[in-house]
């Protein structure tokens, strides 16, 4: 069982290219979250899923959009990509009110 | 802003102590988990603790929560090289659709 997967684990954008995370999860959990960390910030919460074609906004959402058309799935897309993304990016999901699982992460740099 | 705030933000030990961190948070909770970074790596899942709990254990770690002082803390006994880690807590916030909110984390150093 892989629990949860994320692609590519390293990216580089230039500013003002677009691209996807994506996240995959093979536990049937209903509950998906996407993170950022930066050094000394911890992890700030990005966008937030309750189940398939139910998304919400965290702590940090400009320049992120997210959707959730299978219970599986849930990519972090970003429009147009700045320096001040630069982080690392995880992916996380649980069932109801349980321990979150994450992925290994991505790294981005945006130049 | 940050939900959580843990201290200390490091701790450095000798191999064979105990280690304490300590988490405080802001509003009221549903739960309130701990997680183990490596460096580079993702978060693993420790130990959840449930808002009307107020002591649990998994093996060395012995979590404590008191909900009227919002603060929640993490022993590990017996501390291992391999304990080196950044540590955070993270709580479940009861209002609202599900959402894990983290601290800022302890990196925890533990000297041979």
């Known amino acids: 069982n892989a629990g949860v997967t994320q692609t590519p684990k390293f990216q580089v954008l230039k500013t003002g290219q677009s691209m996807t995370l994506q996240c995959a999860q093979d536990?049937?959990?209903?509950?998906m979250s996407w993170y950022r960390q930066d050094p000394g910030m911890g992890l700030r919460l990005i966008h937030y899923?309750?189940?398939?074609?139910?998304?919400d906004q965290g702590e940090v959402p400009n320049g992120y959009n997210v959707s959730r058309s299978t219970t599986e799935d849930f990519p972090l897309r970003l429009l147009s990509a700045a320096p001040s993304q630069t982080s690392v990016y995880f992916c996380?999901?649980?069932?109801?009110?349980?321990?979150?699982?994450f992925g290994s992460g991505t790294r981005l740099t945006v130049v | 802003s940050q939900q959580g705030e843990e201290d200390p933000q490091a701790l450095s030990i000798q191999e064979g102590e105990n280690a304490t961190m300590n988490c405080s948070y802001k509003t009221s909770i549903n739960n309130l988990q701990w997680y183990r970074q490596n460096s580079g790596r993702g978060l693993v899942h420790l130990i959840l603790i449930r808002s009307n709990e107020r002591e649990k254990h998994s093996g060395r770690l012995r979590v404590t929560l008191d909900t009227s002082k919002k603060s929640s803390s993490l022993l590990i006994t017996a501390s291992r090289a391999a304990d080196t880690a950044s540590y955070f807590c993270?709580?479940?916030?009861?209002?609202?659709?599900?959402?894990?909110?983290f601290g800022q984390g302890t990196r925890l150093t533990i000297n041979p």
């Open positions: 899923s309750v189940g398939a074609g139910i998304t």
């Open positions: 536990m049937n959990h209903e509950y």
């Open positions: 993270a709580t479940l916030l009861i209002q609202g659709a599900q959402k894990l909110v």
């Open positions: 996380a999901s649980s069932s109801p009110f349980g321990g979150y699982t």
